[in-house]
């Protein structure tokens, strides 16, 4: 019994793929669409370069959301991208097979907990830490990067373990007959031929750390505030849509998908950098 | 095999249609302030056991979105806890049917029991930093406020007058969350629904005088606002019987018992 010929299926998962990409694509003009005449209208440099966000007096400049967006996702790179990178070569340099293999699905498991769920580990644990060692409210810039610096650690290692581990065997046995030590083969030999990819993985981690909404939600304090420490409240940007776009309406409301189109360029931008690293390292082998 | 499949999902797809047209029933969608939708669902529910055939859907969303979707259409009525409708509802028929206190709640740590109007305003505004400054502990003022957009925080700066809410003040977007922070922040400070106070924060006194039940009902505290429910035009059918519903005696009782105050004392 067949239903469907080879064409058919052909055909099928065709249209499946279409379908995806055009979602992809329909998001894609309904910010722009609801966003850019927005900025037009305001000013590309008022909404960008104001710090006056104030929705009720017409006033939308996003420059604290930016500052607070780049800021925590700097702190996750300092926490996190160390911390995975250490990780990734521990994992595929020193460990034994057999614990690689239990440990690594173990750290992708991160990627599955919900974000509110470490959003609220950081309420209950991290933010009253911050508050009682170092002053401050406690919800604050730092909690937000510590928070997602854990986050982004699934992709850094995954990524990164994949691209060391693709650094083919003679070189290390090369470097090994030279008379280097392991450690020295690791850090003149395997991360250099590695680098693209693991620079890919961090970058592919910041884009996460720069999209997560409700874990910083719950833990960054959320004040439009250009923060002069690490122990002062923000508000991200993905934060600020979030927050307010249940309520907003009119000039308001376009502000926020305005705001979301200025994120998706951001978004964008990294994701490139991230695909010219992966591709760098695939020409090169 | 495979036909079994095809049919089994042809059935189901069929099934769903036929449910979705089969519910002819007369609906009506309550929508805003999430300060009443969890009392708005309870009548909802009470309501819909004694009246088949009627069916009542509650979405919160917040007092702004309860005033525009009434207006838009995509609620027949509109929730909202403000003390003062802003002019888009004024197309609006408002009803009063509850009405509930804001109390400014601290950590159960904190010594301080009273502040006065002039110094919660100084306080929002930023002038007032340190709780040495009223009398209390050496430690920073965390203050903590809703989003813009909340009939507790309108209700609230209306009130106390001329907030302009200092910069770095947090902000939570939900009663419950506001709770929960200053729980666990030994120097915050905020305002809470009265119905949502329990043992974890600290009621103040405002210029003396508690946040209680009497002292709302009467007017003494002066912190407390209505709840409307705003329908467009005309209120008849199915919408007046179930507004009626929440006025009457049983649907007061309903409210009280859940720690909002009914409309009339």
Known sequence: MKLVGEKGVRRILMTVAFSAISALLLITL??????????????????????????????????????????????????????????????????????????????????????????????????????SYFGGPGLSLLAGSIILGIMILPTVISISIDSIMAVPRSYREGSLALGATTWQTIHMI??????????????????????????????????????????????????????EMSYATGMHRQALFATGVVLFVGIIILNSIASVALRKRTSKR | MLKKAVIASIVFVASIAAFGCGKSATSVTLAGSTAFQPFAERLAEQYMESHNGVNITVQGGGSAVGIQSANSGAAQIGMADMVQLP??????????????????????????TNLTTEQVRDIFNGKITNWKQLGGNDAPITVVSREAGSGTRSSFEKIIGSIQLKKD??????????????????????????????????????????????????????LSRPIFLLVKGNIQGEIKNFIDYVLSPEGQKTIKDNGLLPAKS
């Open chain 1, 190 to 243: 395997t991360i250099k031929a590695s680098k693209s990819g693991i620079i890919a993985s961090i970058i592919l981690g910041l884009g996460r750390a720069v999209g997560e909404t409700m874990a910083v939600i719950m833990v960054a304090g959320n004040s439009v505030n250009i923060p002069h420490s690490a122990l002062d409240s923000v508000r991200t940007l993905t934060a600020n849509i979030a927050l």
């Open chain 1, 30 to 131: 309904f910010i722009i669409n609801e966003g850019l005449p927005f900025i037009f209208r305001y000013g590309l440099k008022d909404f960008l370069l104001s710090s006056d966000w104030n929705p009720a007096a017409g006033k939308f400049g996003i420059f604290p959301m930016i500052t607070a967006s780049l800021w925590v996702t700097f702190g996750a790179m300092i926490t996190g991208a160390p911390l995975g990178v250490a990780v990734a070569i521990f994992l595929s340099e020193y460990a034994p097979r057999p614990m690689m293999k239990v440990v690594k699905p173990t750290i992708e498991l991160l990627a599955a907990i919900p974000s509110v769920v470490y959003g609220f580990i950081g309420v209950m644990v991290l933010a009253p830490f911050i508050r």
């Open chain 2, 87 to 112: 002019d888009e509802a004024k197309g609006l028929t408002p009803v009063i049917v509850a009405r509930d206190g804001v109390a400014i709640v601290v950590n159960p740590k904190n010594p301080i």
């Open chain 2, 169 to 222: 003040a947090l902000i939570q977007d939900s009663n419950g969350t506001i709770r929960e922070t200053v729980s666990n922040d030994p120097n915050a400070v905020s305002y809470l629904s009265h119905g949502m106070i329990n043992e974890k924060v600290k009621p103040l006194t405002l210029d003396g005088i508690q946040s209680s039940v009497e002292n709302i009902v009467n007017g003494t505290y002066k």
